[in-house]
């Protein structure tokens, strides 16, 4: 007997390159069959009119801090209620516990509203060293930087990330060697580029060449919030021009016009207005004391001075550079979600059903089986992920049922608690996750190790 069977499902074959129809068997946490299925089961799904789709795989987003906001679950109970199943965190060089410490909390934790993955962030490593942002640092400390990244690499994370732009101080060469001595090829590298808008064409160079020397899977982080300022056309066109050469390249984005990081950052520095062509008018604040408030120059410096570390939201992006970002062949989506004291930007709550109730259904910028290809199997491909991203027999039950009709983002920038809508059932490991936008049960996701 079955545990769950879904019938009249429609759902994406990616080989054949079209939605189609069949019910699907599932049992002991795994897809046991597909297709036409007469065999009884302990729990029947009708999914008529619905679609059913891989769960989606967030390869980009930021993992819950346990050590300095407590063990709880915060972003990854809102990747489950967007019908994320598995996502990556340590992204942007940012890491906010080692690989072993968040293992240890999901465990205590009883599992996790999600499967979850790491990667070794490398800024975050730079800090403990003690290097300041904007300087070099010597030899000796890139060395031990980079046995450390071995360290986390050897306790299960994925790979590594870099955030380029927020500490200024990495030179190419400090990349470079940190790479090379990663003896595995397969591990997976995030890029947070150096520079955005004027600076995305040298900044996307540097990446293509990075990744080319250093041979590894490597990831150009949220292109978006590089090139959506006036580049995309130039960047796509560099991007898919190096990825013919080289397919251990892509990228990934995320669908919103704004993007987020903490106001005492190096992105907010002198000249980034003059840069993206915008004011102060252009920046909204996230938390209190002054939660959802733009700013004018005053209260700009003084976010910055007294709480470096508050969320803040920008809006300098190109909403017809951000659907070329979504529809082009190559790329992923993601969330790049973030969450600091449960604020942030929406992007943590909305990303997938927007790209599915926006892009797809509304602008028709992609068609629904490419997008679903850039939540499921690729980034399922691109982590090594062999049972993952497919509605496929043997393959893990990982599934999200959603309303093609009704899917939408909910949460805004003014408030990121609201919930999206159509998404009617999360299975994870083969157990019900979440029904009709309830959390039925927040703990079926586990720690993926990489098997590096
Ligand atoms: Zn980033």
Known sequence: MLDI????????????????????????????????????????????????????????????????????????????????????????????????????????????????????GYNSM?????????????????????????????????????????????????????LNDQKDDDIFVSMHYREDSAGSPDAIQEMIKIAKISKKKFQISHLSSCSAMGQMKDALKEINDAIAENPKLDYDTYPYNAFSTHIGSAVFNEGCFERWNKSYESILLTDEPYKNRFCDKELFEKARKEYPEMLAVAFVMNEEEIAAAISNPHGMIASDGIINNGNGHPRAAGTFPRVLGKYVRETKSISMIDALRKMTLEPAKRLGLSKKGQIQEGFDADITIFDPKTIQDGATFEDITIEPTGIDLVLLNGRIALKDGDVINDRLGRFISSKF
């Open 126 to 178: 730079r800090t403990q060293y003690e290097i300041d942002r904007y300087t070099n640092a010597p030899k000796e400390v890139i060395a031990k930087i980079s046995e450390k990244m071995k360290e986390e690499i050897a306790d299960g994370a994925f790979g590594v990330s870099f955030g380029l732009e927020y500490d200024p101080g990495i030179t190419f060469d400090e990349v470079v060697s940190v």
């Open 5 to 120: 069977l879904i019938q009249s499902a429609q759902y994406p074959d990616y080989e054949k390159g079209k939605m189609v129809n069949g019910d699907i068997g599932i049992k002991d946490g795994k897809i046991l069959k597909v297709g036409r299925i007469t065999e009884s089961a302990k729990a029947i799904i009708s999914a008529e009119g619905k679609i059913v789709s891989p769960g989606f795989i967030d390869i980009h987003m930021h993992e819950e801090d346990f050590i300095n906001e407590g063990e709880k679950y915060v972003i990854s109970e809102m990747m489950l209620k967007m019908g994320v199943t598995t996502c990556l965190g340590g992204n942007c060089g940012l890491q906010h516990q080692s690989v072993k410490t968040f293992k240890e909390s999901i465990l205590r934790l009883g599992g996790s509203p999600v499967n979850y993955m790491l990667l070794a």
